[in-house]
Structures are given as structure tokens and as C-alpha cells.
């Protein structure tokens, strides 16, 4: 679940090549918040790194702090590609 999340995730325009580790939505977002790395972490979870949103291009961190937001891997919610079903392509 995890792989086939951070595949969509990774990945949100056609031109985009998979597994882009500093890749940002910068501007994408409605609310102005961005998301980082392979999992797009959103900046909102700036705390989860003391503030240094850099550290989310760093793909241990970036897949550490999925772990810890998706209660174990138990829930995918935070997640906009499990919510609207993009992740099943990577199944």
C-alpha cells in the first residue's frame, strides 16, 4: 500500500518521471500549504522536522514520517491518492 501510494503521490503531472525525491507541488495547493519527497508530506507537518522542510526531500525521513501519519500504515486517509483512488493503479 505504502509503495503504491508514494508511486501516485510521486507523481502528479504526465512529464513527471516516478520517484522524484525533491520534487515540491509548490502552488498546487488551494490552501498554499506545499507538499515534499515521495510521500508529499504536507508542510503543515513542518513540526515533524523542527520547522526544516528540506529534511522531507531526505527519503528516509519523508517515508518515516508517512509511517507515523499513517498510524503504522493502518490508515491512508492523509493521503489525497488513496482518497480518490489514484493509488490502485499501483497496486
Known sequence: MAF???????K???DQPYGVTRWNNAGLNGDGSVDYG?????????????????????PEV???IAYS??????????WSSYNN???REHL
Open 85 to 87: 483512488g489514484k493509488y
Open 12 to 14: 502528479k503531472t504526465p
Open 69 to 78: 501519519l499513517s498510524k503504522g500504515g493502518t490508515d491512508w486517509t492523509p
Open 4 to 10: 503504491a501510494i508514494c508511486m501516485a503521490e510521486a
Open 38 to 58: 515521495l510521500m508529499q508530506i504536507n508542510s503543515i507537518h513542518a513540526d515533524m522536522v523542527g520547522g526544516n522542510l528540506d529534511l522531507l526531500y531526505d
Open 62 to 64: 519523508n517515508i518515516k
